[in-house]
């Protein structure tokens, strides 16, 4: 009996042991899931020369489903619809739908919609602060200017200081933030500035009025304004040689949409760099698929005009450094968290491909 005891004791402790070692290796998922992540396909690793990447392309959730582009005709966001109109989208083996949506963040991100262009003033502190959107490449320069009344004393930012700017959209919004950055950058008191909301067809009559003594708008809907007289620019965007090749306005994903689809998300972005190319080659021709699809100001000749102020050629590398510029301002401005590093920021929202 005692025998017998004594080799079912070795047979449990041989047993436990081994399960012991299995558990071992089971638990011990730290260098699979490293692998795992390391292998994982990300737009950034995707190589659209692979051979084999339709079949990879095939296993993807949006393959083969229509893509839904959000474009309201604006000017600065033309290239997106001149990608859908000369078939760049299609090229990539995509099928595109164009839409209007009056909230486009909140369409894209809920996946109501798929790409968007809008300004990086109004959609970086949302996306840091964890709104299901990401960028993919700059779209183009340029677009905003400060402005005064013609006959204004106020010849510079600095002359701003005691007095009031309109702002459309209130605190916190895109003029907001592009004016506290000409702040920065003049070395201007921005405590002694202040910001009065003003809706964007109101904002010359406060100026007027004497409400407000300066104000940003855009390029587009300032020009009759300048034409006829009325205002002045004294800080611009488009045309200041410290901003002027800044991108203004990026392509935007659903933040989800590019994790599950890289490939997907690599051959929209990659369709929109081609299409950008040509638009930066072919400004008048551009003007003219603009206006056959009652796109832009609907003036030719103002389209060129400011199709020629913008560059849609804008590298990845020139995108990621004002990035990085305008992150390090808004963490001054207090807008983005002083403890969030720039790195861990961009990794989070910034999603180019050919990533090295």
């Known amino acids: 009996m005692k025998k017998r005891n004594l080799v079912l004791l070795l047979v449990s402790a041989l047993v436990l042991s081994s399960c012991g070692n299995t558990a071992k290796r089971a638990d011990d998922k730290t260098a699979t899931k490293t692998d795992d992540t390391g292998d994982k396909l990300t737009i950034g690793k995707v190589d659209l020369k692979d051979p084999d990447l339709e079949e990879k392309w095939k296993k993807e959730p949006a393959y083969g489903r229509k893509i839904i582009i959000n474009f309201d005709g604006g000017l600065c966001?033309?290239?997106?619809?001149?990608?859908?109109?000369?078939?760049?989208?299609?090229?990539?083996?995509?099928?595109?739908?164009?839409?209007?949506?009056?909230?486009?963040?909140?369409?894209?991100?809920?996946?109501?919609i798929d790409v968007m262009v809008e300004h990086i003033s109004t959609s970086l502190i949302p996306a840091v602060n964890g709104l299901n959107i990401t960028f993919?490449?700059?779209?183009?320069?340029?677009?905003?200017?400060?402005?005064?009344l013609k006959d204004s004393d106020i010849k510079s930012t600095k002359d701003l200081e005691g007095k009031t700017v309109g702002v459309h959209g209130g605190i916190?919004?895109?003029?907001?933030?592009?004016?506290?950055r000409f702040f920065a950058k003049d070395n201007v008191d921005q405590t002694k500035?202040?910001?009065?909301?003003?809706?964007?067809?109101?904002?010359?009559?406060?100026?007027?009025?004497?409400?407000?003594?300066?104000?940003?708008?855009?390029?587009?809907?300032a020009k009759e304004f300048i034409d006829k007289g009325i205002i002045r620019p004294i800080r611009s965007i488009t045309w200041d040689d410290d901003f002027k090749i800044e991108p203004c306005c990026v392509l935007i994903l659903n933040k989800k949409f590019v994790e599950k689809n890289p490939i997907t998300a690599a051959k929209i972005t990659e369709a929109h760099r081609q299409a950008s190319e040509w638009v930066e080659d072919h400004?008048?021709?551009?003007?003219d698929i603009v206006k056959a699809n009652n796109w832009g100001s609907g003036d030719r000749d103002t389209d060129i005009y400011f199709l020629n102020a913008y560059s849609f050629r804008v590298s990845d590398e020139q995108t990621e450094k004002s990035l990085n510029d305008i992150v390090r301002d808004y963490k001054k401005f207090g807008l983005i968290?002083?403890?969030?590093?720039?790195?861990?920021?961009?990794?989070?929202?910034?999603?180019?491909?050919?990533?090295?």
């Open 136 to 148: 993919t490449r700059a779209v183009n320069t340029g677009c905003r200017t400060m402005f005064v």
């Open 193 to 221: 500035v202040k910001f009065k909301p003003v809706e964007s067809t109101a904002l010359i009559q406060a100026m007027k009025n004497g409400e407000i003594q300066a104000c940003v708008l855009s390029d587009q809907y």
């Open 283 to 287: 400004k008048e021709e551009t003007a």
């Open 172 to 180: 916190g919004s895109g003029d907001h933030n592009i004016s506290l």
């Open 77 to 112: 966001a033309s290239t997106l619809g001149v990608t859908h109109a000369k078939g760049y989208f299609a090229k990539q083996g995509l099928e595109t739908q164009i839409v209007n949506n009056p909230e486009p963040k909140d369409a894209i991100a809920t996946g109501k």
């Open 337 to 356: 968290d002083k403890n969030k590093e720039a790195k861990d920021i961009l990794q989070n929202v910034w999603k180019p491909i050919n990533q090295k």
